[in-house]
C-alpha cells in the first residue's frame, strides 16, 4: 500500500508480476515492467542505469526491520557437512542487525546445539524442515516445555500435501518438467519417512507427468 501510494497509484491499477530477483533489471530494460521491488545491490545496479527509487523501506521505521541470516558454511564447502555455527558468534559480535543462524539443522538436537554455539536467539530452517514438515514445531515444543507437546507430523498429514503440491505444480511449471519437482521433494522426505522412500524408488525413473499423477491419486503414495 505504500508502494501504490508513492506511486500515486490505486491497487487495482497494479499488475503483480512473480520473477526472480536476477531477472529485475533485464525486465526493466525490455519494458515488461514499470517498477520493481527490489533490494541491495541489485537496486545500485539499476540507478546506476539511470532508474530511480520510487519508495524506500527507510521510509518505514518499525514496520521493516533488517535482519543477517548467516549459513554456515562458505560457497566452497557447498552442502557438505559440518556447518560452523560457531563462526555466526564472531558475526554477532561485529554487526549491530540481529542475527539468525542457518545450516545444517535437521533436528530438534542440531536446532538446540546451533543456537547454543552461534549465540543466536532464532534460527531458519531449509532442507531440515523440506525433509521434515514438522520440525519448526517440534522445535518450538522443546523451547516451551510448558505448552502441550507438538503433534508429530506424520505421512498421513504429508500425503495430502504432496498431492496438492503436485496440483499447484501443474499450474505453474511446464509437464516435462513436474516429475523432478516433486522427485526433489521426495527425495529429502526419505530422510525421515520411510513411505517416501518406497514412493520414491517407484517414481525414480518416471519422467511421464500422467504417470506420476496416477499413481499419487491411486493411493500408492501411502503405501
Not at 519494458?31 to 519508495?55: N, Q
Request: aromatic share 6%; charged share 20%; proline share 6%.
Amino acid at each position: 500500500m505504500a508502494l501504490d501510494e508513492a506511486a500515486r497509484l490505486q491497487p487495482h491499477e497494479v499488475q503483480v508480476l512473480n520473477m526472480e530477483a536476477s531477472q529485475h533489471l533485464a525486465a526493466l530494460r525490455s519494458g515488461r515492467v514499470d517498477a520493481v521491488v527490489t533490494f541491495e545491490p541489485l537496486a545500485g545496479a539499476m540507478r546506476a542505469e539511470g532508474y530511480v527509487d520510487l519508495f524506500s523501506s527507510r521510509q518505514m521505521p518499525g514496520d521493516i526491520v533488517d535482519v543477517l541470516v548467516v549459513h554456515a558454511r562458505t560457497k566452497l564447502h557447498g552442502y557438505r557437512p559440518p556447518a560452523y555455527w560457531d563462526r555466526i558468534a564472531q558475526i554477532r559480535a561485529a554487526v549491530a542487525l540481529p542475527v539468525i543462524a542457518n545450516g545444517e539443522v535437521w533436528s530438534v538436537a542440531d536446532a538446540e546445539r546451533c543456537l547454543q554455539e552461534s549465540g543466536c536467539d532464532a534460527l531458519m530452517l531449509g532442507r531440515g524442515i523440506v525433509a521434515d514438515p514438522g520440525l519448526a514445531l517440534a522445535i518450538r515444543a522443546a523451547d516451551a516445555p510448558a505448552h502441550p507437546a507438538a503433534q508429530a507430523v506424520g505421512w498421513d498429514h504429508i500425503q495430502p500435501l504432496l498431492a496438492h503440491f503436485w496440483h499447484l505444480t501443474a499450474q505453474h511449471v511446464a509437464p516435462r518438467h513436474r516429475p523432478g519437482r516433486l522427485k526433489q521433494w521426495l527425495y529429502q522426505l526419505c530422510r525421515r519417512h520411510p513411505q517416501a522412500q518406497a514412493l520414491w524408488d517407484r517414481l525414480r525413473t518416471e519422467n511421464d507427468p500422467r504417470a506420476v499423477q496416477a499413481l499419487l491419486l491411486s493411493g500408492a503414495a501411502s503405501a
